[in-house]
């Protein structure tokens, strides 16, 4: 009975998709930082649909040949062995997206970092993997968790706007990280309700993902 809103909960915040959570989140929090002045702006659309494609349609095409020429065999990978492939696949991915970035004076340093961090994680899950399954699901989490903390600290954002159809709507940041943090729980809960994995594999990957937003930040400050 529960598994399918588990398994619903796993796709909306797959980790391919974390990195375009970020973007949208920073774009929210303040688009200024990208020159334009809302989301909403075509410019802010177009970034957005780069981002997307290029670290989670891309790579998921990837993993669906690797799907259809049977390197893997099932997209729920669930052996360690079968996450190595699209691991290395998405790992390129993301590298060559950060290092295209990186001398971008379009794209801010702040994002930059955070897509280092979520590279970082990422091969920091590769690794563990050889070793033990460490939850992808909980290493995006945790850079998601991981970018709202430093946007907090680092970057001195307390609250932003974003206009409604009941007009501007003021956002506090520490409302963001309650809603980040239960969403963390909630999708742990829902790979645990799947049995895709232990305990220990989502808090080693909370972790991983956390800690590599602030290695990430020490690279590039």
């Not at 990280?177 to 808090?203: C, K, N, S, W």
Request: aromatic share 14%; net charge positive.
């Amino acid at each position: 009975m529960l598994r399918l809103p588990a398994q619903i909960i796993s796709f909306i915040f797959h980790p391919l998709l974390i990195v375009t959570y970020m973007l949208a989140l920073l774009l929210l929090v303040n688009p200024y930082l990208f020159g334009v002045s809302s989301i909403g702006d075509k410019a802010s659309k177009l970034l957005l649909l780069q981002i997307f494609l290029s670290t989670f349609f891309i790579p998921g095409v990837a993993v669906v040949m690797l799907r259809l020429t049977g390197m893997i065999q099932s997209f729920q990978m669930e052996t360690k062995q079968e996450r190595i492939g699209p691991y290395i696949i998405t790992g390129l991915f993301y590298l060559w997206m950060f290092r295209n970035f990186l001398d971008n004076p379009s794209i801010p340093t702040a994002f930059t970092s955070f897509l280092l961090g979520a590279t970082i994680g990422l091969f920091f899950a590769f690794f563990i993997n050889i070793f033990s399954k460490i939850s992808a699901h909980a290493v995006g989490l945790g850079g998601l968790l991981g970018m709202v903390v430093i946007t907090m600290l680092l970057f001195s954002y307390d609250t932003f706007t974003i206009m409604s159809a009941r007009g501007t709507l003021e956002i506090s940041m520490s409302t963001v990280l309650l809603i980040t943090i239960l969403i963390a729980g909630l999708v742990g809960t829902a790979r645990l309700a799947l049995q895709a994995h232990e305990p220990m594999d989502l808090y080693g990957g909370y972790l991983v993902g956390f800690a590599s937003q602030f290695l990430a930040l020490r690279f590039l400050f």
